[in-house]
């Protein structure tokens, strides 16, 4: 894999992330390779939440939205057939009877595929783009 430029994959935002050697470059080309994925089949309102010091579920997080159901169930798809081409086939897929949210799980990212007022309600970049309290001394 080529080493990644240290450029934000365009429409995101992403904080470094204290990774180590050849896991954080493929980490970083696989996140760059995911936006532009979802930047290809039309997603929308594309976000990159850093995990780090958030959860031990991910290095990063990808929100997106379609149109309709059948707009995320279509990403998701492409998505999912992206992520095995370029060698990770145990990805793993949720959500796509109803395609009101779909999750793609590629182990170090998460992307979250919603329609647009699912996405609302549930508020995830809100949730996960919080800092977590500081521990109180006692």
Not at 7 to 20: D, R, Y
Not at 63 to 78: C, F, K, N, T
Request: glycine share 8%.
């Amino acid at each position: 894999m080529p080493t990644s430029t240290g450029a934000a994959p365009k429409g995101a935002s992403i904080a470094a992330k204290p990774l180590e050697g050849q896991a954080a470059t493929a980490t970083a080309e696989l996140l760059k390779d995911v936006v532009e994925w979802l930047d290809e089949a039309k997603a929308e309102e594309i976000v990159t939440v850093n995990l780090a010091g958030k959860s031990s579920i991910g290095d990063y997080m990808v929100i997106a939205s379609g149109r309709s159901d059948r707009h995320v169930g279509a990403i998701a798809e492409q998505l999912r057939k992206k992520l095995k081409d370029a060698g990770y086939p145990t990805v793993r897929v949720e959500g796509q009877p109803t395609c009101d949210w779909v999750l793609i799980d590629s182990g170090d990212i998460i992307v979250h595929v919603f329609r647009p007022e699912v996405r609302e309600f549930y508020n995830l970049e809100k949730m996960w783009s919080l800092d977590r309290p500081a521990d109180a001394a006692h």
